[in-house]
């Protein structure tokens, strides 16, 4: 059974830092990644979907890289803003599966 | 406004009792998923529809859900005899199926958070 889990669970940071949210899956064979937004009782916005043949996709201020081999994938954002508080939540999903398993998030707060 | 709706947004009621979610996905898309997610976790999978066909349930999904998709637009999830344990955030997500399988990005509303008392 796919495990995924975020570390750490909770991070705070001064506005303007440069900071990494870890991922990691216990099985390898995925199709693909996805990262998610999640402000406080909303729903889920898709950041970046990385395939499992490419190695790091690039959003703005973002970027997410997926080591399939070691069942690791990282989000860097640059420049922290306020703005970018919320949870943060990775997703894989196996070949021929039609679900994603999430991990349980990492909460960021970018104080002012 | 074109995203993912979700009705009601809350709900509350005691336990036994029925209750009915509804959710209207992104007008072309085809497939529609159901989601539960419960407080400090990431959603888990529920149920799928492509079109009307529901193709795929979770274990999660006991005999007290049902989930429909009557014309392949609209969802509704249904959830009979409601336990204290039902209490979560209930997700819906839509997405357009592509040429290639599974690189659909999915679409997330804002989710029905129900307690049951």
């Known amino acids: 059974k796919q495990e995924v889990t975020q570390i750490p669970a909770a991070l705070s940071v001064p506005e303007g830092e440069n900071l990494v949210l870890n991922c990691s899956f216990t099985?390898?064979?995925?199709?693909?990644l996805q990262w998610f937004r999640q402000d406080p009782g909303k729903g889920l916005t898709s950041l970046l979907l990385?395939?499992?043949?490419?190695r790091e996709q690039t959003s703005g201020r973002l970027n997410a890289s997926l080591d399939k081999s070691s069942g690791r994938s990282t989000l860097y954002i640059a420049a922290s803003q306020p703005g970018d508080s919320a949870t943060y939540l990775c997703?894989?999903?196996?070949?021929?599966?039609?679900?994603?398993?999430f991990g349980a998030g990492t909460r960021l707060t970018v104080k002012p | 406004d074109t995203g993912v709706s979700q009705d009601p947004r809350h709900k509350i009621t005691k336990r036994g009792q029925n209750v009915t979610f509804r959710c209207d996905p992104i007008?072309?898309?085809?497939?529609l998923y159901w989601y539960r997610q419960t407080l400090g976790q990431g959603p888990e999978f529920l149920t799928y529809?492509?079109?009307?066909?529901?193709?795929?349930k979770s274990r999660l999904l006991s005999d007290r859900f049902s989930a429909e998709r009557p014309k392949g637009s609209f969802s509704t999830l249904e959830i009979q005899r409601t336990e204290q344990g039902d209490s979560a955030m209930y997700l819906c997500?839509?997405?357009?199926?592509?040429?290639?399988?599974?690189?659909?990005?999915?679409?997330f509303g804002p989710g029905t958070r129900l307690t049951v008392l």
């Open positions: 997500a839509s997405s357009l199926r592509t040429g290639e399988r599974f690189t659909d990005t999915q679409y």
């Open positions: 099985d390898s064979a995925i199709y693909n």
């Open positions: 990385i395939q499992s043949s490419q």
């Open positions: 997703a894989v999903r196996k070949r021929f599966d039609n679900d994603m398993r």
């Open positions: 007008s072309e898309h085809n497939r």
């Open positions: 529809f492509q079109n009307e066909a529901q193709l795929e």
